[in-house]
């Protein structure tokens, strides 16, 4: 089987060999994908042509109908999507949950927060403002949808809602989209695109899809368009210095390399309620989709005298969680989505022994249930620990995307903020504490490097969202490394979508051009 591309308003095999899409468990070959001989200045033009013109013809409560009957055409694949992700991400059900489900429920929720726009076609961005002694003229800012496409580029390990995180404000927003999803992963994303576009829930060049390689894509792309992508922080900077993007000025969105943490606070010994949420949440982390996710905690910040009680707890958890082939019920945990994962993961994690010791890996004896490791890209849960984090660097500087973690003590509070930043920007920071002052403090202190922070005491203990899970009303981003961009954070998702204007004029005309708009209030 060979992944087609939809293009054009048609669905097209890409030429030659392609790559091949493989079974993680048993590796065997499940697929290829190309887009060899694709056109993709004429794919663009389409979705500009097309898809644009039919897009912005519609207000926004008809865009957000219209991503109603999206969902409801991926709730109705729900089943065949699990066995995809099962066979081609090795995802137990659990893992495919988060992906799948979690694309539908954010599609569903902008359709929701997109009710309050009503019929309007663009956004009125505040009120009229006074230019002179003249009280009749004035300015209005206005917002309205780009004339381009949203180009999406998208990362192996969410492949569903790595593609609806995106493509749902686009959407909303009157943008059509071309999706690029990552290659090893493509068939579930490429499956559910192929369910919307035979559902006919959309206008025509509204969404398009390519599986394989990038190739000239990016040399078609003007500044009408935007770029939005998922992924390591190296392929990040070959888009950004993209001579076409430069010259164009084209806007990029960066979702990269991030070395997220989990503060335990001084407050919060064994036998602290938070201690215990700490604990939990890290094991969860490090084993949810094999910690193969961009906001997965990577260094575990605790005080340095509670340091042997963390470690203790935590491997007493990963030793009971079962790893191997998702497809036994009692498997808890799956495998990489690649071998050529499984070699990078591995190979970070001999970086991080250079400075760091095992607390648990496994053991010599490690073996995955029901599955051939000769053949299967599993790595086991790896919990290290540092000495020394203020002289270390691999521990600040290197991610193994995959499930591993870093226990790092700290002395004192400031010292813990420190260490905290030393990871050059990161996606999130989860503080664990009863201590209502240290949880403000480190919110304060931490806001300007992370772009989420969760604040955890036993209040919220049992109702909190989790650490890595990102929720479509707030912001999903960071500074630094982890790519400086901001995605979802409810309607503010739309102004990545739409260029702001000021229109001056007599209050009369702006008034009938305010009437035509949607206020725009995050």
């Not at 009280?135 to 206005?142: N, S």
């Not at 540092?386 to 691999?394: E, F, S, T, V, Y």
């Not at 521990?395 to 050059?424: K, L, N």
Request: hydrophobic share 50%.
């Amino acid at each position: 089987m060979k992944l087609a591309n939809y293009v054009s308003g048609r669905w097209v095999e890409g030429g030659g060999p392609g790559t091949a899409l493989v079974d993680p468990v048993t590796g065997e070959e499940l697929a290829r994908a190309s887009t060899e001989g694709i056109d993709f200045a004429a794919a663009l033009a389409h979705a500009r042509a097309a898809g644009g013109p039919a897009l912005r013809a519609l207000g926004y409560a008809e865009r957000a109908a219209a991503l109603v009957k999206v969902a409801d055409v991926l709730s109705a694949n729900r089943k065949e999507y699990f066995e995809i992700a099962l066979r081609n991400s090795g995802s137990p059900e659990g893992d495919a949950a988060v992906d799948i489900d979690g694309a539908i429920f954010t599609i569903k929720y902008y359709a929701r927060a997109a009710g309050a726009l009503g019929a309007a076609r663009y956004l009125k961005d505040g009120e009229l403002a006074r230019l002179g002694k003249d009280e009749g003229f004035q300015g209005l800012h206005v917002a309205l949808p780009l004339r381009g496409v949203a180009v999406l580029i998208n990362a192996f390990n969410f492949p569903a809602w790595g593609l609806w995180e995106k493509a749902a404000p686009a959407l909303l927003s009157g943008v059509p989209v071309l999706a690029k999803p990552a290659t090893a992963t493509a068939w579930l994303a490429q499956r559910m695109v192929e369910d919307v576009v035979k559902a006919g829930v959309l206008p025509e060049g509204a969404l398009s899809i390519v599986c394989g390689g990038a190739g000239n894509m990016l040399d078609h792309v003007t500044g009408a368009d935007a770029v939005s992508f998922t992924g390591s922080a190296d392929t990040a900077l070959r888009i950004r210095g993209h001579t076409a993007l430069l010259r164009n000025s084209t806007r990029v969105n960066v979702e990269a390399d991030s070395l997220n943490v989990a503060l335990l606070g001084p407050d919060a010994g064994p036998g602290a309620p938070e201690f215990d949420l700490l604990v939990r949440e890290v094991v969860r982390e490090m084993t949810q989709k094999a910690g193969q996710k961009c906001t997965a905690i990577r260094r575990v910040l605790v005080p340095a005298a509670a340091r042997g009680a963390v470690e203790d707890a935590i491997v007493a958890k990963l030793g009971k969680t079962s790893v191997g082939n998702p497809r036994n019920k009692d498997v808890r945990m799956g495998p990489l989505v690649s071998r050529t994962q499984q070699r990078a993961a591995l190979e970070g994690i001999a970086a991080l022994k250079r400075e760091a010791r095992v607390v648990f890996d496994g053991g010599a004896e490690f073996k995955p249930v029901d599955a051939d490791p000769a053949k299967a890209a599993f790595v086991p849960p790896t919990l290290l620990a540092c000495d020394d984090p203020l002289a270390a660097r691999a521990v600040h500087d290197v991610e193994v995307f995959g499930p591993a973690a870093t226990v790092v003590p700290y002395a004192d509070a400031a010292q813990a903020f420190a260490i905290a930043r030393m990871g050059q920007g990161s996606l999130v920071a989860s503080v664990f504490s009863g201590d209502a002052k240290f949880l403000a403090d480190a919110a304060a202190e931490l806001a300007d490097s992370h772009g989420r922070i969760l604040a955890v005491n036993a209040a919220v203990g049992q109702s909190h969202t989790g650490h890595g899970n990102v929720m479509p009303m707030c912001l999903h981003g960071g500074p630094g490394r982890a790519g400086g961009g901001e995605e979802l954070g409810g309607l503010r998702a739309l102004a990545f979508y739409h260029r702001r204007a000021a229109v001056q004029g007599h209050v009369d005309v702006l008034a009938a051009i305010a009437a035509g708009a949607a206020d725009f209030k995050y």
